[in-house]
């Protein structure tokens, strides 16, 4: 077996944390990943991996050997499809994932627009808030509201989305309506939380050029954006979220913006990817786009506003 092959399935051990498991996925005998793993230890004379019976674990050496792997494999599936995309577009399978109300409100109605550009390309665009294992989970990219601490992926900013302070007619008219700061003593919020992180249920405003943060009492924390409006609209408080996402709601008076005099702070977005030099054309192709897609859609805003 080729030295190409044997990286391949020394990413695939690594990535998926099993011997079997990378056979599985390479429609390999299991016998043939073992003796590829050996065959590629004695040549590079280190151990790659620790192997028990219960988990395999990859070593310092492996580690920087992976790293290696995976800028080399990158280069030559770059050189090797150099000349065929003269000819054809990028073909290929490309998963990206991103919070509900960003798929539904702002990607998925633009995306006819690339699958027209880029017609060889199948995208799988799953929705979720929560944090995700691109390798582990067969994700190229990922789009989020807070840049990643993750050093094996690229965080790059690629959109401020315009916030609103937002809440429900019945429960302002439960309450009352805020006119100013001082108002928000005798309101609440919806709390927000996400992974391990205590729930949050502050509101913040720029207030003179800097964030002013408030922090209410609240009675219901959610999970994942939608969740987040939907109690809001069930009158459970005040929000702040992207006011593209909430147009809607804003038009048909599910909700009712307030406090439109104190601006919340722009909500950042960012694209995170797998490091290196070298990405697959359709990966980079989707990138290129989405961040052409929401540049417009912040000269848009900043236009309005």
């Known amino acids: 077996m080729d030295q190409i092959q044997a990286m ?28 590829t793993l050996k065959n590629l230890e004695q ?18 050496e492996g580690e920087i050997y992976y790293q290696r792997c995976l800028q080399l494999l990158a280069a030559f ?14 073909v290929g399978n490309v998963r990206i994932d991103m919070p509900h109300s960003i798929a539904r409100e702002i990607v998925l109605p633009a995306l006819p627009e690339f699958s027209a550009r880029y017609a060889h390309i199948n995208l799988t665009v799953s929705a979720n808030d929560n944090a995700v294992d691109l390798l582990h989970q067969g994700v190229d990219c990922v789009i989020r509201a807070w840049p ?13 989305l315009a916030q609103t302070t937002c809440a ?28 391990h992180q205590p729930p949050e249920s502050h509101l913040e405003f720029m207030v003179n050029q800097k964030v002013q943060r408030v922090t209410l009492p609240h009675g219901l924390t959610v999970s994942g954006a939608d969740a987040y409006i939907a109690a809001s609209k ?23 913006e307030v406090l439109p005099q ?6 950042p977005l960012y694209i995170m990817y797998p ?11 989707l990138l290129d786009w989405l961040i052409e897609l929401f540049a417009h859609l912040s000269a848009v805003e900043k236009n309005v506003h």
């Open 8 to 35: 391949r399935i020394f990413i695939r051990i690594k990535e998926l944390g099993s011997f079997s498991r990378a056979a599985e996925d390479l429609a390999l005998p299991r016998a043939t990943v073992s003796t």
């Open 43 to 60: 040549r590079l004379g280190v151990r790659l991996f620790l192997r028990t019976t219960r988990q395999v674990k990859i070593t310092e």
């Open 77 to 90: 599936d770059e050189a090797d499809n150099l000349f065929a995309h003269h000819k054809l577009q990028p």
């Open 148 to 160: 990643t601490e993750n050093e094996n992926l690229q965080s790059r900013p690629i959109a401020m």
């Open 168 to 195: 429900s007619p019945e429960y302002l008219a439960r309450t009352g309506t805020p006119q100013q700061l001082t108002d928000l003593q005798q309101h609440q919020a919806v709390a927000y939380f996400f992974a």
């Open 234 to 256: 069930a009158g459970y408080g005040l929000i702040q979220t992207s006011k593209r996402v909430v147009s809607q709601a804003l038009q048909n008076g599910e909700l009712v």
């Open 262 to 267: 104190l601006i919340p702070p722009p909500m």
């Open 275 to 285: 490091p290196g030099r070298f990405l697959a054309p359709r990966v980079r192709v």
